[in-house]
């Protein structure tokens, strides 16, 4: 029988009610399919456990932050298979460990080492549906690990790479990705096919439908996406190969993203090494820097400026290693669009030469 990887968001089970329209909805994919489903927190349950969190203390230690947050996850993969055996199905629920998920050692955004899956895939030889927890794993030192936001999405891709899936569906409250954010540009349409790298693009700089890692795996392990929507039975969109007919279009999609901040080192001494020392300190943090602006030099100084997630901003503070500035402002509230086109390829600096970026 074939195997289906299955992933549904936190708006998509959100209450029982939900998650009991998921379950009828896995009911009508499992007859000769072996079936894998991945599930979110409920909700806004995971914001409410962060607000928990900063409530007792202003920066929570990274390795308690995922204790708790993989709580979350462990109470719907749980419900989710409560509710399959009410319909008369085998169901066995898994944690991102017990599923063989293993990572490094990077709390609250950890990148995956290894799948083994031999629990998940024991289960679904006894005829089991198996409900897994995404999000999360556990390092070599069996301590609990999370994957980042929208790391669900990236448990559901690496999942179907390891069992060698026909397909990985992952289903969300939108149904499917569109040339732009429809709560914007009302007039976007939906895409019945994006390219990998395409998508790659639209993802690390603003499109909220799918986790620019899980996207980076899919393409490495060629995993077929569709995303499409949990409350419609419509086709979504097929994330996958570029294709001949992909070659003819222009500009596929335009994102935006809020969620950035900007940051400004000023009377940078200009020379060689320096940003190496810069980035270096930044990259042993694992924070994603999106774009990087170098202003011309004068009076061999110049100013360095780059964006990170707002999230990894805690406040003002010197590199790790030394490097004289004379100043590290940031700007909390920077915007950046991009316009992703089938013909631009991502790379380790990918987004500078096609991103514009304000401070609002």
Known sequence: ??????????????????????????????????VVVVVSAMGKTTDGLVSLAHQL???????????LLATGEQVTIALLAMALQALGFKARSFTGAQAGLRTDRAHTKARIARITAERVRAALDAGAIAVVAGFQGASDEDEITTLGRGGSDLTAVALAAALKAELCE???????VYTADPNVVPEARKLPRVAYDEMLEMASLGAKVLQARSVEFAKKYGVTVHVRSTFKPDAGTIVTREERAMEDVVV?????????????????PDRPGIAAQVFGAVGTKNIVVDMIVQNISR????????????GDVVGPSAPRRPCTTSGWPR?????????????????????????????R
Request: glycine share 8%; net charge positive.
């Open 299 to 310: 009076d061999g100084y110049t100013d360095i400026s780059f964006t990170v997630p707002r």
């Open 252 to 268: 596929t999609g335009i994102t935006h993203d809020r969620s950035q901040a900007k940051i400004s080192l000023l009377r940078v």
């Open 170 to 176: 992952i289903y969300t409250d939108v149904d499917g």
């Open 57 to 67: 203390a202003p920066v929570p230690d990274p390795r308690e932050m995922d204790m």
């Open 1 to 34: 029988m074939a195997l289906i990887v299955q992933k549904y968001g936190g708006s998509s089970v959100a209450d029982v009610a939900k998650i009991q329209s998921v379950a009828r909805r896995i009911a009508d994919s499992a007859p000769g399919h072996h």
């Open 331 to 359: 700007s909390p509230s920077s915007a950046s669009a991009c316009a992703a086109t089938p013909g631009w390829r991502p790379g380790c600096s990918r987004r500078s030469p096609r991103k514009a970026s304000t401070s």
